[in-house]
């Protein structure tokens, strides 16, 4: 079974930085995707960006388009969000996921507070 544990989180000054980590053990097939989640309070949640660990590409969405970067070191069994230029916006609840396509998630980790003050 796939689990993952995030890590990064933090307060944060808008303009700053901060990059999560993302640790996945366990069996690997669930890994063909990583993404990157959020959820502010009150709002739906939102796919940030994912991975594909075999081939390398990306998806991001547009309200983190040339901010965040999405990125894996498979020795250590880790995806990042490296997110620049922090908004308030940004401000929730980041979680990462694993699944088998770009859009099915099926195992989550429990989550990391980023939180972005004006």
């Known amino acids: 079974q796939v689990q993952l544990v995030e890590a990064g989180g933090g307060s944060v000054q808008a303009g700053g930085s901060l990059r999560l980590s993302c640790v996945a053990s366990?069996?690997?097939?669930?890994?063909?995707?990583i993404g990157w989640f959020r959820q502010a309070p009150g709002e739906e949640r939102e796919r940030v960006a994912v991975?594909?660990?075999?081939?390398?590409?990306?998806y991001y969405a547009d309200s983190v388009k040339g901010r965040f970067t999405i990125s894996q070191d498979n020795a250590k069994n880790t995806v990042y969000l490296q997110m620049n230029s922090l908004k308030p916006e940004d401000t929730a609840m980041y979680y990462c996921?694993?699944?088998?396509?770009?859009?099915?998630?099926?195992?989550w980790g429990q989550g990391t507070q980023v939180t972005v003050s004006s």
């Open positions: 366990g069996y690997t097939y669930s890994r063909s995707y």
């Open positions: 991975l594909s660990t075999r081939g390398g590409g990306t």
């Open positions: 996921a694993a699944g088998s396509s770009w859009y099915s998630f099926g195992v």
